[in-house]
């Protein structure tokens, strides 16, 4: 029964011109898309920065006296690499201070108008 099947399969096959060729042995090779985008600021925002972020923490503790870093990430402003910097001290005030990534340079607040 199942022999008749599998004859009459092959029959219609070839009557119709159908190919009964083997799957290849491999799949074609297609370009994958890339799976992430380029870092912000062009190819040398793939570099460390020459401020790692212990040293950046430490920059900012010292230009504020009385507070601790509570959060510190890597950001890009106006085309600079900077440390974002947030600080808190014992009564629960708040700052924020940003620190060049290459240079060290504690760069001043912006006003956010």
Same mark, same amino acid.
Do not use: F, H, N, S
């Given at each position: 029964m199942i022999f008749r099947g599998v004859c009459a399969l092959v029959a219609l096959a070839l009557l119709t011109g159908c190919s009964v060729a083997p799957p290849p042995k491999t799949a074609p090779t297609v370009p994958l898309p890339a799976t992430q985008a380029p870092p912000p600021g062009g190819p040398s925002a793939t570099n460390p920065p020459r401020i790692d972020r212990d040293h950046a923490a430490r920059l900012a503790e010292e230009s504020a006296p009385g507070y601790r870093v *509570?959060?510190? =990430?890597?950001? *890009? =402003?106006?085309?600079?690499?900077?440390?974002?910097?947030?600080?808190a001290n014992s009564q629960g005030q708040r700052r924020d201070v940003d620190i060049d990534a290459e240079t060290g340079q504690v760069l001043p607040e912006l006003d956010d108008d």
């Open positions: *509570t959060a510190i =990430d890597l950001d *890009t =402003d106006e085309g600079r690499r900077v440390w974002d910097v947030d600080l």
